[in-house]
């Protein structure tokens, strides 16, 4: 079935760095676009970045310019490299694919939890 597994998160200070993996397994990962979403206490979860079959490429404007999206096909594996992180960057961050199984299904996975603060 499919699967999605984030790891990664953790505490870090302002300005600092982090890179989450989420690797997936259950369907044909080159086939599909992954997506990273991100949840705040007490906000609804929000699209932080995207990335298309072909290694394009989209954006939240909150964090363009300091988080770079990534796909390692070879290990059915995304990346989100966070760099110069906010304290408002503080949410559990999760993956999504969107899967053809007659009809369009999404999967999400656990998250995990990203905190920036001193």
């Known amino acids: 079935q499919v699967q999605l597994v984030e790891s990664g998160g953790g505490l870090v200070q302002p300005g600092g760095s982090l890179r989450l993996s989420c690797a997936a397994s259950?369907?044909?990962?080159?086939?599909?676009?992954i997506y990273w979403y991100r949840q705040a206490p007490g906000k609804e979860r929000a699209l932080v970045a995207g990335?298309?079959?072909?290694?394009?490429?989209n954006y939240a404007d909150s964090v363009l310019g300091r988080f770079t999206i990534s796909r390692d096909n070879a290990k059915n594996t995304v990346y989100l490299l966070m760099n110069n992180l906010k304290r408002e960057d503080t949410a559990v961050y999760y993956c999504?694919?969107?899967?053809?199984?007659?009809?369009?299904?999404?999967?999400w996975g656990q998250g995990t939890q990203v905190t920036v603060s001193s």
């Open positions: 999504k694919v969107r899967v053809w199984i007659g009809v369009w299904r999404d999967y």
């Open positions: 259950g369907f044909t990962f080159n086939s599909y676009a």
């Open positions: 990335i298309s079959t072909g290694g394009n490429t």
